[in-house]
């Protein structure tokens, strides 16, 4: 990995407004870029800018297909203002000569995180000795988001599109969270396997494309510990930075919410979910728990702990 120096900086200028977002830290966050060997396939990453002395979980965003990393940066930046590193990287896909266009698959997984304990060993890069080398978080949207469903088993080897290079599970991957997804896509569909690791489901009551009839049944299909979230008046693109990224099937569906607020709402319940099962976060289990009989305005939680 080659660290790039066209480091930039920009504070988050929003916080939550809602559930218990005040009582939670909302921190500036920075990113930057680093190459891989493989034409395309950069990585974002993003980090709380002024890190402490500890160290800090690793969330890998698998974006959805056709659509740029670059989609995601304030869903990313908002990620990293609760206190994560979060890094994203483009997959292209070539099928011959032909290039397919960005889809994840499960081997990005264990590369992406790869990238960023090489950058906690790097000297010269800002996370030099702050990665968690022992915990990861995985999160998906859409085609990503089946992409992660398939990561959570222990090996994956044989189905396309979503594992086309041999695939094994690090066991720091512990926890996942999934946007908008549903178990088939297209003419691929796909069986998974949960293991037990904690993975919540959020949908988007005007989802055209993952209606929550499709993402539940996909819910159902996990093992607990897991959770159903939906968002009111969200479609399809709740986590991009624009309603309809560039290079993604538009959803038919116009959102009922404004892009910044559906944002900061898939980033929160995103956050919380991975503090309480990642970080061991008392606070953010026992909101989830509360949630579930007293939710905020605007959320239907559903949970299965056993």
């Known amino acids: 990995m ?8 920009f504070l988050i200028l929003s916080l939550f407004r809602y559930g218990i977002a005040a009582e939670m830290d909302s921190l500036p966050t920075a990113q930057f870029e680093i190459q891989t ?19 800090y979980t690793t969330i890998v965003i698998l974006q959805g297909g056709r659509i740029d990393k670059s989609n995601y940066s304030h869903f990313a930046s908002l990620l990293g203002s609760q206190g994560f590193i979060v ?63 398939m990561a959570l088993d222990l ?28 178990s088939s896509l297209g003419p691929f569909s796909v069986t998974f396997h949960s293991n037990g690791i904690p993975v919540a489901f959020i949908a988007g009551s ?14 159902q299909l996990a093992t607990p510990p897991k959770a159903l979230m939906t968002i009111q008046g969200a479609n399809h693109f709740c986590m991009t930075n624009l309603n309809g990224a560039s290079g993604a099937i538009p959803d ?11 944002n900061q709402k898939a980033a929160y319940w995103t956050a919380l979910y991975l503090n309480a099962y990642l970080n061991a976060n008392g606070l953010a289990y026992e909101t989830l728990i509360k949630s579930q009989s007293n939710p905020p305005e605007g959320i239907q939680i559903e949970l299965d702990l056993k």
């Open 87 to 149: 890094a994203i990287a483009n997959t292209p896909w070539n099928f011959g000569p032909i290039d397919l266009g960005d889809f994840p698959d499960t081997a990005i997984v264990n590369q992406t995180f790869h990238a960023v304990l090489s950058e906690g060993a790097n000297a010269q890069s800002p996370l030099f000795n702050k990665v968690d080398p022992d915990r990861m978080g995985l999160v998906g949207h859409s085609f990503g988001g089946v992409t992660a469903l």
């Open 252 to 262: 038919a569906r116009s959102p009922l919410l404004s892009q910044e607020n559906c």
């Open 206 to 219: 005007q989802d055209g494309k993952s209606s929550l009839t499709d993402v539940t049944a996909t819910y």
């Open 155 to 182: 090996t994956c080897t044989t189905s396309l599109p979503f594992c086309r290079e041999p695939y094994q599970r690090r066991p720091e991957l512990q926890a996942a969270v999934v946007l908008n997804t549903k």
């Open 2 to 9: 080659i660290f790039t120096k066209n480091l930039f900086y």
């Open 37 to 55: 060997n493989h034409p395309g396939a950069a990585i974002d990453i993003y980090y709380p800018l002024a890190l402490e002395l500890k160290k």
